[in-house]
C-alpha cells in the first residue's frame, strides 16, 4: 500500500511497477521504463453509483492566463469516433485548442498534439481506436515530441485504460468525458514532465458552462443535458457519461438565441435522453416539452433533438411538436426491439404494444413526421420468432429509416452477464434481413414524396457530383438538387423528381428566405 498518495495498484495488473513519486492523490509509477503519473482512473463500481449530491452550474471557464498563446505555431488534430455527443465534446475541446493559440490540421504529420475522441457503444468503434494507435507509434517513434491523447468514453473503461497502459504506454495523456474542461492543464502537465498523465473522472463533475466552442458549418448541435440514468441492459453509456444532470432553461435559451444571431440556420438539442431533459431539476418544473415550446420561440428556422427515450415521451412534449413552426417533423424513437420478451430483458420498460400506440399517437399529431428509429438485432437469447416480432413492428410502424446493430457486449453491463446462444452468422443473418426490409421501407417513404414540394437546407455540394447540391428536408431526408452554388446555405422550395432507396433527387424552384437566414 502507498502511502500518502493512492494506491491505484489495485485497479490494474501493475506486476513490474515501481512507485517513484507521490504527491496528495496522484502517484508516479514507472512500468517497463514508462513514467505514468495517474490522478484519477475509472471504475465501473463507481460509475454505476447514482449519488444524491447536487449539481453545481460554474460560469467562470477560463483558460489560464498563461497557456493563451501556449499554442502558438503548433498544430492540433482531433479525431472523432462516436455520436453526435462526442463530435459536439470535440468542438468543445476545438474551441480551447484555439483560444490557447493552436492551429487545426487535417496532416498528422504536420501535427503537435494528436487526440483520439473514441466511442465505447460497440467492440468495432474500439478495435478502430487500437488499430489507430498502431499507425501512431511510428508517428510518436519518428518525433518524440508529439503530444498523443486518448479522450473520450473509451476512456471511462478500466479495461481499456488497463490495456493502454500495459501495452500502448507511448500515449502521454488519457482524459474521460467528464474533465474535458482540464484539458489545458492536463495538456500542460504531459508535455512538461514527459510522463505518461492519467486522469479519468469516474463521477461526473458539475456543469461547465461558457467553455469555448469551434463550430463549422450551418446546423449546430447544443447539449441540454448531460448523462443517462436508463441502464438498458447493453449499454455503456451510463458508465462512461454519468447521471443525468440538465442544463438550465436560460442558458441552453441564451445558446440557441446567439447562434441564431451568428446566422446559423439549424440546431440540433443533443441528449442521450433528452425525454429526462429537467427531471433533476429541484427549483423547477420545466421539462422537455416547455424547453421545446420556448425553443418556438427563437428565431432560428430549424430546431432538432435526439435521441428521445420512448418511455417519457409525454403528451406535453406531442402537443408541443405538433405545433409546427422551426420545430420540424423528424423524430428519432430507438425501439431497440420488436418483442415485449427481449425489451424486458434489454430493461427497456416499454412493451411492444406501448410503443406501437405511441407511434401511432405521434403519426396521428403529427401526420407528416418522419419516424426513423435504431435497432438492435442478435441480443442474448433473442429466438427466431422474437426477431420476427421485430420485423413486423418495423413494418408496421412504416420507419423512414433506421440504424441496425448487431449487439455487441460491453464489459460491465448487465447483458455482457447472460448467455448468449445465438450464433454469430445468425446474428449477421438477421441483421441482412433487418437492413432488406429497411431499405425497401425507405425507398417506399421516398417515393411518396415523389412530386411534393419541399423545403431543403442546401449545404453543400453532393459527395459524388459537383455539379449537383445537397442538403436535407425538415423531416432529415438528403435530397440532390440541381442548383446554383451560390444557393448553399440558403433554404430552397424543390419538386421532387426520383426516388432512391438512401435519397431523393428534385429540382429546384426557387430560394427562399427564412427567419433567423442570412442571405
Ligand atoms: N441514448 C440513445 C442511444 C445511444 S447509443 C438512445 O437510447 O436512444 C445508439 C444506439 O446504439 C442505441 O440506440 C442502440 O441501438 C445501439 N447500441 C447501444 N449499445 C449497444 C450494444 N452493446 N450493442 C449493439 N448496439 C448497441
Ligand atoms: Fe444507452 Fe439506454 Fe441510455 Fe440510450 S437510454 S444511452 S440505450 S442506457
Ligand atoms: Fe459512443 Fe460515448 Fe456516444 S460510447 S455513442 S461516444 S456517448
Known amino acids: 500500500m502507498v502511502q500518502g498518495g493512492k494506491d491505484y495498484s489495485k485497479y490494474f495488473d501493475f506486476s513490474g511497477a515501481k512507485v517513484i513519486k507521490e504527491e496528495e492523490g496522484k502517484t508516479t509509477y514507472r512500468l517497463k521504463g514508462r513514467d505514468i503519473t495517474i490522478n484519477a482512473v475509472p471504475s465501473y463500481k463507481d460509475e454505476k453509483r447514482r449519488g444524491k449530491e447536487e449539481i453545481e452550474v460554474h460560469y467562470d471557464f477560463a483558460i489560464p492566463e498563461e497557456m493563451r498563446t501556449f499554442g502558438a505555431g503548433k498544430y492540433y488534430s482531433i479525431t472523432t469516433y462516436g455520436c453526435q455527443m462526442n463530435e459536439h465534446d470535440t468542438e468543445v475541446m476545438r474551441g480551447m485548442f484555439e483560444a490557447m493559440g493552436y492551429t487545426s490540421t487535417e496532416d498528422r504529420r504536420q501535427a503537435d498534439v494528436i487526440l483520439l475522441n473514441t466511442c465505447a457503444i460497440r467492440e468495432n468503434a474500439e478495435d478502430k481506436v487500437f488499430g489507430e494507435l498502431g499507425h501512431l507509434k511510428t508517428l510518436k517513434t519518428e518525433k518524440p515530441e508529439l503530444i498523443l491523447g486518448v479522450c473520450g468514453c473509451m476512456s471511462q473503461e478500466e479495461s481499456v485504460v488497463s490495456r493502454i497502459l500495459q501495452k500502448h504506454s507511448f500515449v502521454d495523456v488519457i482524459f474521460g468525458t467528464h474533465n474535458i474542461h ?64 440538465s442544463r438550465r432553461p436560460e442558458d441552453v435559451i441564451a445558446e440557441v438565441r446567439e447562434l441564431a444571431r451568428q446566422g446559423f440556420r439549424e440546431v440540433t438539442l443533443l441528449g442521450q435522453n433528452v425525454n429526462a431533459y429537467g427531471k433533476d431539476f429541484e427549483d423547477l418544473d420545466y421539462r422537455f416539452g416547455d424547453l421545446m415550446a420556448d425553443m418556438s420561440k427563437i428565431d432560428i428556422p430549424r430546431i432538432r433533438f435526439t435521441t428521445s427515450h420512448p418511455r417519457d415521451f409525454d403528451d406535453h412534449l406531442i402537443e408541443v411538436l405538433a405545433g409546427g413552426g422551426n420545430l420540424v417533423e423528424h423524430i428519432h424513437l430507438p425501439v431497440q426491439s420488436g418483442s415485449t420478451e427481449v425489451l424486458k430483458r434489454m430493461s427497456r420498460k416499454y412493451s411492444r ?61 448487465p447483458a455482457a452477464g447472460m448467455e448468449d446462444n445465438v450464433p454469430a452468422e445468425v446474428k449477421k443473418e438477421r441483421l441482412k434481413r433487418l437492413n432488406d426490409l429497411m431499405a425497401k421501407l425507405s425507398r417506399e417513404s421516398n417515393e411518396r414524396m415523389k412530386g411534393q414540394i419541399v423545403e431543403v437546407l442546401l449545404e453543400g455540394e453532393s459527395k459524388n457530383n459537383t455539379n449537383v447540391l445537397s442538403g436535407r428536408t425538415r423531416s432529415n431526408k438528403l435530397v440532390h438538387v440541381e442548383a446554383p452554388k451560390e444557393w448553399i446555405g440558403q433554404f430552397a422550395m424543390v419538386r421532387v423528381t426520383e426516388a432512391q432507396t438512401w435519397y431523393i433527387k428534385a429540382e429546384p424552384l426557387e430560394k427562399i428566405s427564412l427567419q433567423g437566414a442570412v442571405s
Open 182 to 245: 482540464r484539458l489545458p492543464h492536463l495538456l500542460q502537465n504531459a508535455m512538461f514532465s514527459k510522463e505518461m498523465v492519467v486522469e479519468v473522472w469516474s463521477k461526473e463533475g458539475d456543469i461547465i458552462e461558457n467553455m469555448p466552442k469551434k463550430r463549422e458549418g450551418m446546423r449546430a448541435w447544443v447539449n441540454i443535458m448531460y448523462g443517462c440514468d436508463k441502464f438498458c441492459t447493453y449499454c455503456i453509456v451510463p458508465y462512461t457519461r454519468g447521471k443525468e444532470r
Open 353 to 413: 404494444e406501448t410503443f406501437l400506440e405511441l407511434a401511432a399517437k405521434i403519426k396521428k399529431a403529427i401526420p407528416n413526421a418522419m419516424l426513423t428509429t435504431d435497432i438492435i438485432v442478435g441480443f442474448p437469447g433473442e429466438t427466431e420468432e422474437q426477431f420476427q416480432d421485430t420485423l413486423s413492428l418495423v413494418e408496421e410502424v412504416g420507419f423512414d429509416s433506421a440504424y441496425t446493430f448487431i449487439y455487441s457486449p460491453r464489459e460491465g453491463t
